[in-house]
């Protein structure tokens, strides 16, 4: 049987795609490739473009293939740009995830591992959170995350399905020379470039509350988090009954400074990063309980930051050179 993964073709889903075929099963990639890229989708994986707003292509494949389950990653993943885009984001993470969900209870699909957010949040007032922490997003991309999220349960209770959603930090690192992340907004995208350009990076505010002054956040390690996602699918096919959400968090959390110096010592590229005003609404820490996931999904820490930093760069610097 096959789990199909949408969003394959991107960082993370491509790396989704190399745990699933890792474990010995079959993967099949929907991707419209508006963020992905094809070349990121192994040779003998099937790769189907297209889009999850469209109901007749996700009908015509679950007719032409035998599907296990779906591994829910497609979406539109900016939040900064949501809130200028806030109809386009619900139309693909809303609209596009009810489009998925009707067609596979139309084919008898009943399982699905969804890709959610850290996003659905917020600013949280507490020092660790936890899956019961208050949600209070405050972009058009956490709020179509927790939609998200309602939709599954709500599937659950209509039609029985099985469903759990996995709520994502801050991703770095790779798992595999070939894949990187190309996304313009994320930390180390735009470290890397900075320092591949000759410019220097920046830091966004040195005076929080922290112990270097620089914001603390969760950074969990791209080949983890595919892990989980793994374990996710092999535990709904064999029937077990997951949490409806988890925490993907490392319970301790980096600071943006570490991270600066962390990347110096790894690349050789010694700097000291600009330092910017901070961000309008930017926290001064989000750290996330990993204990849930740590319990049921075999999540745990298996890189180290130095890791993180090096499996980047030396993805990036691979790219850069061929």
């Known amino acids: ?63 032409e293939h035998a599907i296990e389950g779906v591994i829910h990653i497609a979406g539109f993943k900016y939040a900064g740009v949501s809130v200028q885009r806030p109809l386009h984001t619900y139309a693909v993470n809303v609209t596009g995830t009810a489009t998925l969900l009707g067609v596979m209870a139309d084919a008898g699909i009943d399982k699905i591992v969804f890709s959610s957010s850290a996003a659905v949040y917020g600013t949280p007032d507490t020092e660790l959170v936890t899956e019961e922490t208050p949600k209070h997003p405050e972009s058009p991309y956490g709020e179509s995350k927790l939609i998200g999220e309602w939709l599954l349960a709500d599937q659950g209770v209509a039609v029985g399905l099985k469903h ?50 620089t914001c603390v956040r969760d950074y969990i390690h791209v080949a983890d988090l595919a892990q989980a996602h793994v374990v996710a699918a092999q535990r709904l096919a064999a029937g077990a009954e997951l949490e409806p959400v988890y925490n993907l968090g490392s319970g301790e959390g980096v600071s943006v400074g570490e991270i600066m110096r962390t ?60």
Request: hydrophobic letters at 40%; zero cysteines.
């Open 1 to 63: 049987m096959t789990w199909m993964v949408t969003g394959g073709a991107g960082y993370i889903g491509a790396h989704v795609v190399r745990a699933l075929t890792g474990a010995g099963l079959q993967a099949l990639v929907v991707d419209d490739l508006s963020s992905g890229h094809r070349e990121f989708v192994p040779g003998d994986v099937e790769f189907v473009r297209g889009s999850i707003l469209s109901g007749e292509l996700l009908a015509d494949v679950f007719a």
């Open 164 to 213: 759990t959603a996995l709520r994502y930090f801050n991703v770095v690192g790779s798992g595999d020379a070939d894949l990187y992340d190309t996304s313009p907004h994320n930390l180390f995208p735009l470290v890397f470039e900075a320092l591949l350009e000759g410019r220097t990076p920046r830091i966004n505010g040195d005076d929080y509350p922290t112990p270097d002054g």
């Open 263 to 322: 990347v110096a010592s790894v690349t050789g590229h010694e700097f000291t990063p600009e330092v910017a005003p901070r961000r309008q609404g930017d926290p001064a820490r989000i750290v996330a309980s990993g204990e849930r996931a740590a319990r049921d999904l075999d999540w745990r820490m298996r890189h180290s930051l130095d890791d993180m930093v090096r499996s980047a760069w030396t993805a990036r610097t691979a790219a850069a050179s061929r």
